[in-house]
């Protein structure tokens, strides 16, 4: 059986964002390191403050006090239980993309991470980084509400996808992002940067045709955040 192509194009987009992050020579940050800076952003506190009113109007009360655990705890809780789960899902999907095949078809890794060198790249990848964040917090958040819901847990969902709220939605940097990178490259002639983004293209198709399809098929939830419920029943979470 092979992954449905919901899974592919999510693993694929978060095996980018892990990737492009990477790139950057001088920092080469880890998942945890990735989430963590994500959910630190303006977005992601965002984001964090409504999972923890929903905790806090979730929680069973009499749990709650047999763990002592207090209800303004649970906030911090749920961004440790992000934290942990978010790196999860980008090690996840890192980990679904077979690494001898996209060797194999993509040999310009040199080449692009030394263009990442070069100013006005570095430049595009300041303007884009709010893009690759938004995207990764709106993959956790929307596969954890959508595990949580399979599951039947007792939580109200938090992405802005599921709620449709608008605050949270004003909140995301991406479309802003966009249309300050369509401008930067629209009046940037740099042949670095035509040519990174051209590599970019390359290395974007090449992880697409590496990612393993032979993988028992699941719901893409339950590929990410299989067994967050026992976090989850730590604070006090139950089922339906």
């Known amino acids: 059986m092979t992954f449905p192509r919901l899974a592919i194009a999510t693993i694929l987009m978060l095996a980018q964002a892990l990737s492009a992050a990477r790139a950057q020579p001088q920092t080469q940050p880890e ?20 999972l923890g009113k929903n905790l806090r109007s979730s929680a069973d009360p009499a749990c709650l006090a047999s763990k002592a655990i207090a209800a303004d705890q649970l906030e911090a809780r749920g961004l440790a239980l992000m934290t942990k789960w978010g790196a999860r899902m980008m090690e996840t999907s890192d980990s679904l993309i077979d690494k001898k095949v996209y ?33 990764m917090l709106d993959t956790m958040f929307e596969q954890f509400d959508r595990y949580v819901s399979i599951k039947r847990l007792k939580l109200a969902p938090t992405s802005p996808a599921a709620t449709g709220n608008e605050a949270l939605l004003r909140m995301n940097p991406a479309d802003a992002a966009e249309d300050l990178l369509d401008k930067f490259v629209a009046a940037n002639k740099s042949t670095a940067v ?16 590496a990612i393993r399809k032979d993988q028992p098929q699941q719901p893409v939830p339950v590929i990410f955040y299989q067994g967050v419920e026992s976090d989850l029943d730590a604070i006090c979470i139950s089922r339906r």
């Open 103 to 135: 060797a194999e078809k993509f040999t310009a890794g040199a080449e692009l991470t030394k263009l990442q060198a070069d100013g006005n790249v570095k430049r595009y990848l300041v303007i884009a980084q709010p893009i690759r964040q938004a995207k």
């Open 194 to 209: 035509k040519r990174y983004l051209a590599l970019a293209e390359q290395d974007s198709a090449a992880r697409a045709a």
């Open 31 to 50: 998942p945890a390191t990735l989430v963590r800076e994500g959910l630190a952003s303006a977005y992601g506190t965002a984001l964090i403050a409504e």
